[in-house]
């Protein structure tokens, strides 16, 4: 009776994570001809974090923003759905289109898949809703399927 209902809350989950992610996976209606606008460099950035996965998923973990010739340093959370195991990831990138500090935190989206087993690598975009644009390009450390979509979340320290 037990192994049903956790079957069936699986498989529930399955579902909704699915049908949560198809709309950014296959791209929300009228966007295929809207063009994105010209990234600016605007800094550097590097991330450490772990990830963990088990249907939903949990990151925490810090970073070092370079921006206009000060580094800030930074923390980062965040909540997905879909995946399984567990991933320690350090990465760096290029921030792009961010006018003034303030504008560098808050949430950021990700769609992810990719499986880790021992190291890999991976190469990931993050935007928010001010228009800064992160890419990353990160090594990972673990074993993980990640398939799914995620919220991170930027505080500045």
Known sequence: MKLNKIFSTIITVLFLGFFT??????????????????????????????QIAFIGSAQSGSGTLEFEGM???FKIGG???GGLGIQTVNAVGVVYNLEKLSD???????TRMGITVGKGKSTLGLNNSKGVFIELKSSNKGVALG???????IKLK
């Open 21 to 50: 992610m198809s709309p950014v996976l296959a791209g929300a209606p009228g966007t295929e001809d809207r063009e994105e606008p010209p990234r600016v460099f605007s800094g550097t950035i590097e991330i450490s974090s772990t």
């Open 71 to 73: 580094e800030h340093e």
């Open 79 to 81: 909540l997905g759905v």
């Open 104 to 110: 560098f935190e808050g949430t950021y989206s990700q």
């Open 147 to 153: 398939t799914g979509l995620d919220g991170i979340s």
